[in-house]
T-cell receptor, first 114, second 110 residues
Framework: DAGITQSPRHKVTETGTPVTLRCHQT?????MYWYRQDPGHGLRLIHY???????DKGEVSDGYSVSRSKTEDFLLTLESATSSQTSVYFC?????????????FGEGSRLTVL | DAKTTQPPSMDCAEGRAANLPCNHS???????VYWYRQIHSQGPQYIIH???NNETNEMASLIITEDRKSSTLILPHATLRDTAVYYC???????????FGAGTRLTVKP
């Protein structure tokens, strides 16, 4: 158990509505990540954070924003959800101070945009 | 990061060793080889990683060739619960992007 909680675990929403997914960690680690997983694409990095208010873009960041106002929470926001953002979203943490080493993943949040 | 190539699927008999290959011919000197697995729709689970030496932990062994262009993950006594998609990833430092490909779907059969 990596001490990661994602919420909500399942969400159905309509095109054009805002959606926020939350990743909460209990271990006070510096690096946190958001990935999405789609059939045929594996997992792709959306954004990551290396500290409070410090974030950077990943491979597929368009249409997403993130915020990290507290060490324990990393929020992923879809300002105006589209059907192409239907996916399973995974949060991950690195337990090393430099963000190296292995990643530990949450259980995922399944988002459906109608 | 270097690209990896894995077979899309493999079968293994329960109780036998499962040997999962990975090619990473463009790996550079500071890049590590990581292995993860994903069981059904759960979050990926870290298995093992290495740089150049062979590694072993309670889950698996990692054999890296001397030229580092390929590696093999070994599950010594596969069980039905080892059925999963296994991902081989090459990751350099200080790169924070761990890129997952399609992986190998391992099916352990009774």
């Amino acid at each position: 158990d990596a001490g990661i909680t994602q919420s909500p675990r399942h969400k159905v929403t309509e095109t054009g509505t805002p959606v926020t997914l939350r990743c909460h960690q209990t271990e006070n680690h510096r690096y946190m990540y958001w990935y999405r997983q789609d059939p045929g694409h594996g997992l792709r990095l959306i954004h990551y954070s290396y500290g409070v208010k410090d974030t950077d873009k990943g491979e597929v960041s368009d249409g997403y924003s993130v915020s990290r106002s507290k060490t324990e929470d990393f929020l992923l926001t879809l300002e105006s959800a589209t059907s192409s953002q239907t996916s399973v979203y995974f949060c991950a943490i690195s337990r090393t101070e430099q963000g190296t080493g292995e990643l530990f993943f949450g259980e995922g949040s399944r988002l459906t945009v109608l | 990061d270097a690209k990896t190539t894995q077979p899309p699927s493999m079968d293994c008999a329960e109780g036998r060793a499962a040997n999962l290959p990975c090619n990473h011919s463009t790996i550079s000197g500071n890049e590590y080889v990581y292995w993860y697995r994903q069981i059904h729709s759960q979050g990926p689970q870290y298995i093992i990683h290495g740089l150049k030496n062979n590694e072993t932990n309670e889950m698996a062994s990692l054999i890296i060739t001397e030229d580092r262009k390929s590696s093999t993950l070994i599950l010594p006594h596969a069980t039905l619960r080892d059925t999963a998609v296994y991902y081989c990833i090459v990751r350099g430092l200080p790169n924070n992007d761990m890129r997952f490909g399609a992986g190998t779907r391992l099916t352990v059969k009774p």
